[in-house]
């Protein structure tokens, strides 16, 4: 625990105009990020004694060890600073609204010749008009199908659509009558384009004007007597108003408005928001966070803010942001919403009428959203902190250890031979510092040198970035930590580690390796735990704990000593440490399977430099396996299209370097199976 006092600035230092400031930890950690009008008056309220500051402030203060800050021309340059740096550094003192789903939008690609209806998630696309929030995608579904009567815009994939195109025939939709069928040319891009920005008009709001019409062409109708066309246009209204209904309508204008709302006790806080567009509601959406830093409702109104139009412009910020208490300093964030719309935005608290009542509709949301929050988590998070509390008696640790690191050896027959490490921290699965490992230290079966390896790997890397950050006095760093990138044998879990969080450079991004766990967890017994131990004795680490979980009898061994702790079978300690062993060994087999296939699927024609995989396929498909290829002349080789002469001594010397690979046996039968193309068998 850090003294504040250690690291406060002079008086003179801080200056006294706006600005955004970072807390740093003794690892250089971005902690926590705040803005201010003054500097000089904010920062004085953190250098208070300890017992007048608020509990949440005091353990921030003491945990960091530095602070730092960039002054800004305006208040509305800081708030903008502010959300760009907790978005960056995802500081663990600062609220952090998690969204538990990815809320479904109505999109219409008017970026594509012929724009497409669907559902889409996640990050939004430049050149697509979006619709929404919705609480299900069912919904949009519902909504879409009612109106493609009216709108037959496409909804096929471009798959389907570039199918269709070839063989001249459109797909149910087309002759369902719920597609204008594009692909087969009944209507040109023009045409579909159009009938696409009417479908846009139309859940933009504007959908009176556009009934009135349908309406005047449904009475001409039959004045003409065209009875059919009448009663058609009289099925289109009827579905319009269908698709309206499913809406509710709470204002009689047209208000584009949001309303947003917040519940909260002590420790937690829930945001609901509701998006009103045409005065009807269009979406729903809501967050839940702990409350980790002193804040009040005018705060969780300003960071709720912030995560939910940071990355929005125009006509996605309303003209009316509807509030329950105006932020601390209500004009600068007004205009950093007016910047994001381009045009002016009112943020204000309801007073009267229906926005008001709309207003306690939304607060009563947030209140359920909050109760059920905490009548979920109340079981996990009791049984997950009994867990951890067991695991640090049995294994008499100073502490309960928030982060849980478990190792895992994978081979077949000593081939592939393959290493997990993942991470779980406060007794969940922190799958973005999920790792994996190549065994590169010598060849065969050997899982306790392996552990061996993969350990002392994983740990030079924590040295090297410890002394990278500073946290290693000179001539303390260990000599065979490697400095530089991450060695290629250690890789991240493809499509598991999109951004990594937790230990940071010095300029506060993430870095690999840079976290040290309390505990170290191998699968094995004791000859894997003292090959763990004694790579961190080599490396001078004695703060890491390190245990063994055996799977025969589920004991769990500790360095040096001869007999295993044995933790009863209805222990959640036990249970969460078989869940870590579990997702070691299953992300370990899963990384030595994809080797093995990958190993299998290998050709010689891959060790060609300079052979395309076109070139590969035209020369296995000219002479139907490698093996004929491997016979071949460099004469017959040179037939084929593309390969010139000096490619052709290239594949001929390089299949001939190659030993041909073992034939298949078909165990039943005994038979041979022959070598077919690209050196598969068959």
Known sequence: MADPSTYRPKPGQIPDSPGVYKFRDEHRRVIYVGKAKSLRQRLANYFQPLTSLHPRTATMVTTA???????????????????????EFDPRFNVKYRDDKSYPYLAVTLNEEFPRVQVMRGAKKKGVRYFGPYGHAWAIRETVDLMLRVFPVRTCSAGVFKRSAQIGRPCLLGYIGKCAAPCVGRVTPEEHRELAEDFCDFMAGRTGTYIRRLEKQMAAAAEEMEYERAARLRDDIGALRRALEKNAVVFTDATDADLIAVAEDELEAAVQIFHVR????????????????????????????????GEETGDSVPKEVLVPALPEDAESVGAWLAGRRGSQVSLRIPQRGDKKDLMATVA????QALALHKTKR????????????????????????????????SHLQGEDVVASMVVFEDGLARKSEYRRFQIKGFEGQDDVRSMHEVITRRFKRYLAESARLGEWADGEEDGGAEAGPAPSGEVPAPGEAPVEAGPRTEDGRPKRFAYPPQLVVVDGGQPQVAAAKRALDELGIDDVAVCGLAKRLEEVWLPDDDDPVVLPRSSEGLYLLQRVRD?????????????????FKASPLDAVPGLGESRKQALVKHFGSVKRLRSATIEQIC??????RKTAETVAAALAQAAPAAPAVNTATGEIIEEDDGGSAK
């Open 583 to 599: 997702e070691a060994h299953r992300f370990a087999i899963t990384y030595q399977r994809a080797k093995r296939t990958k190993r």
């Open 378 to 409: 109340a079981s996990d998070l009791t049984t997950r902190s009994r867990a951890l509390e067991e695991i640090a008696q049995a294994l008499d640790l100073d502490s309960a250890p928030l982060r849980i690191e478990c190792f895992d050896i």
């Open 639 to 644: 037939e084929v299209p593309g390969i010139g």
């Open 278 to 309: 045409g005065g009807r509601v269009r979406g729903q959406r809501g967050w839940v966070t702990d409350k980790v830093e002193a804040v009040d409702t005018a705060g969780l109104v300003e960071h709720a803010l912030q995560q939910l139009y």
């Open 364 to 367: 009563r949301n947030a209140q």
């Open 65 to 87: 060890a530095s602070v730092e800050w960039t002054v800004v021309s305006t208040e509305v340059e800081a708030l903008q600073l502010e959300y760009s740096w907790i978005k």
